[in-house]
């Protein structure tokens, strides 16, 4: 098959963890089909991005990102209030990405366009050729859970209308394509609402097993990470939430504990969360595997977020034992107790994280648990195929 995937960033390097799934999905489907991105230049690093994607045997076309891709501001925020639109469908609207999928489509032959998010999926209108949608999270359900942490009316407010923008395109867009595909069986009950139950298919977050495998050599005493990128808010609410709430309640039992923050971008708020006691703020790093074989236990101490998180997905494969909120664990079906910690209040919190700091076998067995489920059932091969299987069928039927 020939397959158009539509990009908002080229995914490599490897930051986060939308660029992560994207990234390890395009190298699957490339094994079996002829495949091209286009995608938007963001930063510094994307020409180096590209190289890594054509040595898969992708063929890549970058849109120059100019003018500049404007700044989640005030202006862009009344943009999208004013066409009802969610911010980032405003922000990615660009006139040249426009133009250049217009010529992708009338010079070549594709079978079919995977848009990836909202964001490229707004330009669905200039073909007629079959297409999938892939949705990494709901967005509504982010909008709405920052909408019910924050007390400052203005922000109430714009989460609110950013709700209600993503409510109207999960209910109106979604259904314009052959398929939609969710992380997990949470968002697509929502989707479902809005789309033929056969349109809705699960093609979950992965790890590369190969890649990420248990290393204790380095692991240091009494260590707690978190990894993400530090300039969304939710992780920004949740380390900050970590540090105010949970971590001095584990300094009672273990006083010599040391949590680092490992990601791109830190916020001002961030960044000040450094001068606490056992704190480290690395910002960005250029390879976290480090990070995760030296960590004891790694945490996941989300209050705000949709789909499903990748990071637990690799601590898991790399053998360490977890402890997260509901939150970060939503959507994984790991079992509590035995392949990961649950807990939402910060005592609860605090003395799973302290009962894993201090019984090593405990630790280790978790660790060797949730290396096993992976191993089973997350593996970027068998979900890459996945996808591979859900092209063929929407081929197949509209022959």
Same mark, same amino acid.
């Given at each position: 098959m020939k397959i158009l995937f539509l990009s908002p960033t080229v995914p490599f390097p490897l930051t986060d963890g939308g660029r992560i799934r994207v990234f390890n999905l395009l190298k699957q489907i490339a094994t079996k089909n002829d495949v091209t991105l286009l995608a938007l230049e963001t930063q510094s690093t994307d020409t180096d991005g590209v190289s890594q994607l054509q040595q898969l045997g992708i063929q890549v076309h970058l849109v120059p990102n100019a003018p500049v891709l404007p700044s989640v501001s005030f202006g862009t925020f009344l943009k999208a209030s004013l066409r009802r639109q969610p911010i980032t469908v405003a922000r990615y609207d660009l006139p040249t990405y426009r133009q250049k999928f217009r010529e992708l489509i009338a010079t070549e032959t594709f079978d079919l366009v995977h848009y990836e998010m909202f964001? +490229?999926?707004?330009?669905?209108?200039?073909?007629?050729?079959?297409?999938?949608?892939?949705?990494?999270?709901?967005?509504?359900?982010?909008?709405?859970?920052?909408?019910? @942490?924050?007390?400052?009316?203005?922000?109430?407010?714009?989460?609110? +209308?950013q709700q209600l923008a993503f409510q109207r395109y999960e209910r109106v867009l979604s259904p314009k394509?052959?398929?939609? +595909?969710?992380?997990?069986?949470?968002?697509?009950?929502?989707?479902?609402?809005?789309?033929?139950?056969?349109?809705? @298919?699960?093609?979950?977050?992965g790890v590369d097993i190969t890649h990420y495998q248990p290393d204790f050599s380095s692991e240091a005493p009494a260590h707690l990470i978190y990894i993400g990128s530090m300039d969304w808010y939710p992780n920004e609410d949740a380390v900050g939430f970590f540090v105010d709430e949970v971590l001095p309640r584990i300094q009672e039992s273990v006083p010599d504990v040391r949590f680092s923050i490992v990601g791109g971008n830190p916020s001002a708020r961030v960044q000040k969360l450094s001068e606490e006691k056992g704190v480290v703020? +690395?910002?960005?790093?250029?390879?976290?595997k480090p990070y995760f074989a030296e960590a004891m236990v790694f945490i996941v101490p989300l209050r705000i977020g949709?789909?499903?998180?990748?990071?637990?997905?690799?601590?898991?494969?790399?053998?360490?034992?977890?402890?997260?909120?509901?939150?970060?664990?939503?959507?994984?079906?790991?079992?509590?107790?035995?392949?990961?910690f649950i807990a939402d209040e910060p005592t609860a919190f605090a003395d799973a994280a302290t009962q894993l700091l201090t019984d090593a076998s405990l630790?280790?067995?978790?660790?060797?648990?949730?290396?096993?489920?992976?191993?089973?059932?997350?593996?970027w091969r068998s979900i890459g195929?996945?996808?591979?299987?859900?092209?063929?069928?929407?081929?197949?039927s509209d022959r």
């Open positions: 964001h +490229t999926a707004q330009f669905h209108t200039e073909t007629c050729l079959p297409s999938v949608l892939s949705q990494q999270n709901v967005d509504s359900a982010i909008w709405r859970r920052l909408c019910r @942490e924050t007390f400052n009316p203005f922000y109430k407010f714009a989460y609110w +209308t394509f052959d398929a939609v +595909t969710c992380t997990s069986d949470i968002d697509a009950t929502v989707f479902q609402q809005h789309c033929p139950e056969d349109v809705i @298919e699960i093609i979950p977050n703020v +690395t910002g960005r790093v250029p390879e976290i949709s789909g499903t998180r990748l990071k637990i997905l690799e601590a898991l494969a790399m053998g360490k034992a977890i402890v997260s909120t509901s939150v970060g664990a939503e959507g994984l079906d790991l079992k509590d107790g035995a392949e990961i630790r280790r067995r978790m660790g060797e648990n949730g290396r096993a489920r992976v191993e089973r059932d997350y593996d195929d996945k996808l591979h299987q859900l092209y063929t069928r929407i081929l197949d």
